[in-house]
């Protein structure tokens, strides 16, 4: 009789242990990885920035401002139509 409540205790923190590790540690998982994620993409989508404008400057320096801007512009497009076709499934592309 004398051991029920140390099993009442034990029982209750190895439920509470479940129940968290079931709810706050996975979403605390969760939300790491998601602030991971937005700096990554924030990290990368300056990088890109930075290659864009010293592929202008570079450009510039090589054939002019207008031929950097023309050549930059089709890379542009170019890339823009690939996507594009990209958008849809094979067989929906098709018909």
Not at 2 to 18: C, G, H, M, R, W
């Amino acid at each position: 009789m004398n051991d029920y409540p140390t099993q009442i205790a034990d029982f209750l923190e190895s439920v509470a242990t479940k129940v968290r590790a079931m709810t706050v540690d996975r979403v605390a998982r969760w939300a790491k990885w998601t602030g991971v994620g937005i700096f990554a993409a924030l990290l990368g989508l300056v990088l890109a920035i930075f290659l864009v404008v010293g592929l202008v400057r570079l450009l510039e320096v090589l054939v002019g401002m207008q031929w950097a801007y023309t050549i930059i512009g089709g890379l542009f497009v170019v890339v823009g139509m690939f996507l594009w076709r990209l958008r849809l499934p094979r067989d929906a592309s098709q018909d």
